[in-house]
């Protein structure tokens, strides 16, 4: 069964700062996306890496891919308040060949000013 | 471009009603993707059509779970006999699919129907 962890699972952080979040699943892809989700709201799409050691940056977020350790990492730079959100990554794949994706639980990030 | 759609937004029932949940993917998106997502919770997979025919069903947690997408546009989850632990947000997506054998696009997600059964 393909597993996906991410962590922290919730964030509380100061404008300005930086900070990581992780993303670990438990077989082979070669495919993994970053999704934002507001309160009360859908996910919307932030990247799709497709191959070991895709990075993609916008704006403040930038996301890696490490498909050897299988483990991607969402980092954020000088954090603003509108960043403030619950970021999902996901794998290809529901473990048996099945053709969803795979979810982590969301990490709840807060921004302080 | 319209994103997809989802209705109702919300829906209250009763324990062991039948209910409908419509989804309306993005244009020319010929992928179609259930999910239903419980609170705190990610996502989790129900089904997945390849335009008319589920492509894979492994996710319906039973046989109370439907879903048909007839003119492989417009799809219909259908739940019968509802149980108060069906309440959640089920959320539909739809993708492209490339050139035959290539792997799918990213999912677009609609709002999502809100499914409370009391």
Redesign the interface.
Same mark, same amino acid.
């Given at each position: 069964e393909l597993k996906v962890e991410q962590n922290p699972l919730f964030l509380s952080m100061q404008e300005g700062k930086n900070y990581t979040i992780y993303c670990n699943y438990s077989t082979t892809s070669d495919r993994l996306y970053w999704y934002r989700q507001d309160p009360g709201k859908s996910l919307e799409s932030l990247f799709v890496l497709l191959s070991n050691g895709a990075v993609k940056q916008e704006g403040r977020l930038m996301a890696s891919l490490d498909t050897k350790a299988r483990l991607s990492t969402l980092h954020i730079t000088a954090a603003v308040h509108d960043l403030s959100a619950t970021y999902f990554c996901a794998v290809d794949g529901s473990g048996g060949g099945a053709d969803g994706l795979t979810f982590g639980k969301g990490t709840h990030l807060i921004i302080q000013p | 471009g319209a994103g997809v759609s989802q209705t109702p937004s919300n829906k209250v029932t009763e324990k062991g009603k039948y209910v409908e949940l419509r989804c309306d993917p993005i244009s020319g998106h010929t992928a179609l993707?259930w999910?239903r997502q419980s609170l705190?919770?990610?996502?989790?997979?129900?089904?997945?059509f390849q335009g008319t025919g589920a492509?894979?069903d492994?996710?319906l947690p039973n046989d109370r779970f439907f879903a048909v997408r007839p003119e492989g546009s417009v799809s219909t989850l259908k739940i019968q006999r509802t149980e108060r632990g069906d309440s959640a947000v089920y959320?539909c997506a739809s993708s492209l699919i490339g050139l035959a054998g290539a *792997? *799918?696009e990213?999912?677009?997600?609609?709002?999502?129907t809100r499914l409370l059964v009391l």
């Open positions: - | 993707y999910y705190g919770q990610g996502p989790e997979f129900l089904i997945y492509a894979d492994s996710g959320l *792997r *799918r990213t999912q677009y997600f609609g709002p999502g």
